[in-house]
C-alpha cells in the first residue's frame, strides 16, 4: 500500500489524474555531474525499513546506504518538505535544461532527504533539498541547523496553479461522488443531514442526545479561541489555500489520523506524508469555498473546511486542523457552522459529509443525525449547478454553451432512466 501510494504521487505534483498509475517505469534515473546517483527501492519491505533510499557513489562502484528515517514531525521539517514540493510544482520552470527538475516529482526522495538522518552531506537528497531552500531563503539556517525563523508573508504566499472554474469543477467531482450518481459504479455510502425542514439549528441539535448537545456547545464556547475566515476560491486564481500554512494542518492532520488508526510507527508515517501531499494537492485544485480557522492570539492557521455546493446539496469536502484546533473542538464548530449556514440557505436541503475513512468516523457522524445512506444520489440532489457566491468566478470562453450541452445532456440521461425503469 505505501509503495504504490509513493509510486504514484510524483503524477499528483504535476497536476495529472488523481488515480493514474503509469509512473511505474523500469527506465533508470539520470546520472548528475556531482558523481552520485539515486535509485528508489520498489519493495515495501524496503521502503518501510532502514534502507528506503539507496544512493550509489558513481566512481567508487555501488555503496548502498541505509536511511533511517526520523519520524520526529515539526514545523521546519514541514517546511522544508514544502520547499521541495514547491520545486516539484514549478517544475524547472518549463527549462528542458534543468537536469534537476525530474528528481523533485519523487517524493521517495523528498521523505530521505528531509526526514532521514543519517544521510551524506554530498549525497542526491540533501543537494536537492539544499537547492530547494536556497530558493526560499532557508538554506544558510538549515546548514547551520538554526530554527527557521517565521515569515507570515512566505508561510501564506498561495502558490497554487491558477485553474479556471470549470477544470475547479471537474476536479471535485471525483471527490464528491459524481460516480455514483452519473450511475459509472457505486461509491461509499455518504453521510447525509436533511434540512429543508429545520428552521433554526437549535431544531437540528434538540433531538442529539445530552452528550452530543454539549459538546456542540463546547463547541460553541471554544470559538472565542479562533477566528473563521470565509475564503472563496475563485476560477483563474490560484487556490486561497494553497500555501505552507495550510499546507502544515494537512500534514499534522494526516500523521495524527493515521498514527492513531495503524499506531506510530515508520510504515504509518510514511503513508500519512504521502497521503498529506496528495491530498494537499487535490484540495487546490477544486471548486468551492475555505473556511479557514486562526488562532486568536498568534494569528496562525490552525485548519480549515473545504465546502462545496452543487444542486441543492452542500458538501463538507474535506477538512484539516493542526495538532492545537484538534483539541479544540474545531472540527464539532466546522459541522455546526456548516449546518447552521445550510438551513439559512434556501438553496440547500441536505448536508453531505461523505464517506468515511472508518467505520468509527461513519458512527461519529450518525450520532449528530447524519446518516450513512447507499443509495445516496436519491436523496442528496446534486443534479443542478455548482453554487457560487455573486461574483464568484470570472466569466469564461464559452461558459453559455458548455451550460446548454450540459442541461441537454441532463434531460437525456433523465430520458434515459425512465425508460430504463419503465
Known amino acids: 500500500m ?36 539515486s535509485s528508489t527501492c520498489n519493495s515495501p519491505q524496503q521502503l518501510l525499513s532502514k534502507s528506503s533510499t ?26 522544508n518538505l514544502f520547499a521541495w514540493v514547491k520545486c516539484a510544482f514549478d517544475d524547472g520552470g518549463g527549462d528542458k535544461d534543468d537536469v534537476y527538475a525530474y528528481y523533485y516529482n519523487n517524493i521517495e526522495l523528498a521523505i530521505a532527504a528531509v526526514f532521514g538522518d543519517n544521510l551524506p552531506s554530498d549525497s542526491l537528497p540533501t543537494k536537492l533539498l539544499e537547492m530547494a531552500l536556497k530558493k526560499e531563503g532557508l538554506l544558510e539556517q538549515y546548514q547551520q541547523k538554526e530554527a527557521i525563523i517565521e515569515d507570515e508573508e512566505w508561510e501564506e504566499a498561495c502558490v497554487g496553479d491558477v485553474i479556471g472554474r470549470r477544470d475547479r469543477e471537474q476536479a471535485s467531482l471525483g471527490a464528491m461522488g459524481a460516480a455514483q450518481w452519473s450511475g459509472q459504479w457505486m461509491t461509499r455510502p455518504h453521510s447525509l443531514l436533511l434540512v429543508q425542514n429545520y428552521t433554526t439549528v437549535d431544531d437540528w441539535i434538540k433531538p442529539l442526545k445530552r452528550k452530543r448537545r454539549e459538546t456542540l456547545k463546547r463547541a460553541g464556547r471554544e470559538a472565542q479561541n479562533f477566528t473563521v475566515i470565509t475564503k472563496p476560491i475563485r476560477g483563474g ?14 500534514v499534522q492532520h494526516e500523521v495524527r489520523l493515521l498514527s492513531k488508526m495503524y499506531g506510530a510507527s515508520t510504515n504509518a508515517f510514511v503513508n500519512a506524508l504521502a497521503e498529506a501531499i496528495s491530498r ?21 492557521v490552525i485548519g480549515f473546511a473545504h465546502e ?53 468516523f461513519t458512527d461519529l457522524k450518525a450520532q449528530y443525525g447524519f446518516e450513512a445512506v447507499v443509495d445516496w444520489p436519491a436523496v442528496a440532489d ?3 449547478d455548482f453554487l457560487y457566491e455573486e461574483d464568484q468566478n470570472e466569466d469564461e470562453l464559452g461558459d453559455d454553451m458548455i451550460r446548454m450541452i450540459e442541461k441537454l445532456v441532463e434531460r437525456q440521461a433523465a430520458r434515459d432512466k425512465r425508460r430504463k425503469s419503465d
Open 308 to 360: 462545496v455546493s452543487k444542486g441543492r446539496t452542500t458538501r463538507g469536502q474535506w477538512f484539516y486542523c493542526d495538532d492545537y484546533a484538534a483539541k479544540h473542538y474545531v472540527w464539532f464548530h466546522s459541522v455546526l457552522d456548516l449546518v447552521r449556514r445550510a438551513i439559512e440557505d434556501d438553496r440547500i436541503d441536505v448536508v453531505d459529509l461523505g464517506p468515511s475513512g472508518s467505520d468509527a
Open 280 to 300: 494537499y494537492i487535490g484540495t487546490t485544485r477544486m471548486a468551492g469555498v475555505i473556511q479557514e480557522y486562526r488562532d486568536v492570539s498568534t494569528n496562525k
Open 237 to 250: 486564481h490560484p487556490a486561497p489555500h494553497s500555501s505552507y500554512a495550510h499546507f502544515r494542518c494537512v
Open 382 to 384: 446534486y443534479s443542478g
Open 2 to 37: 505505501t509503495s504504490f501510494a509513493l509510486l504514484l504521487l510524483p503524477l499528483l505534483l504535476r497536476g495529472q489524474h488523481l488515480f493514474a498509475a503509469a509512473f511505474l517505469s523500469s527506465s533508470p534515473l539520470p546520472i548528475i555531474n556531482n558523481g552520485i546517483r
Open 54 to 79: 539507496a544512493l550509489f557513489a558513481v566512481d567508487e562502484g555501488p555503496q548502498e546506504i541505509a536511511v533511517t528515517i526520523n519520524t520526529t514531525l515539526t514545523d521546519d521539517k514541514i517546511k
